[in-house]
């Protein structure tokens, strides 16, 4: 999608996609680079990233974030 953000490093091979679920923003998602995706997934559910709550919503935060690569 054209409107997805995206932060990308060529030579980190793995990312993490954040769906954005908010009506307002145009953006459907971020793509980001990370060499430790599975931390990064962690902290934006622990900082409440996955449905503007302080809590995931099932506790898996698949439907929000997910690890590629």
Known sequence: DARAYLCQ???IREGV???IT????PV???LVSS???ERLVAALLA???GN???EPS??????????TG
Not at 22 to 25: A, C, K, L, Y
């Open 9 to 11: 490093r060529p030579w």
């Open 17 to 19: 996609i954040v769906e």
């Open 22 to 25: 908010d009506p307002q923003d």
């Open 28 to 30: 459907p998602y971020w």
């Open 35 to 37: 060499r430790k995706p």
């Open 47 to 49: 900082a409440g990233a």
């Open 52 to 54: 503007g709550h302080d």
């Open 58 to 67: 099932d506790g898996s935060g698949q439907e929000h974030s997910r690890h």
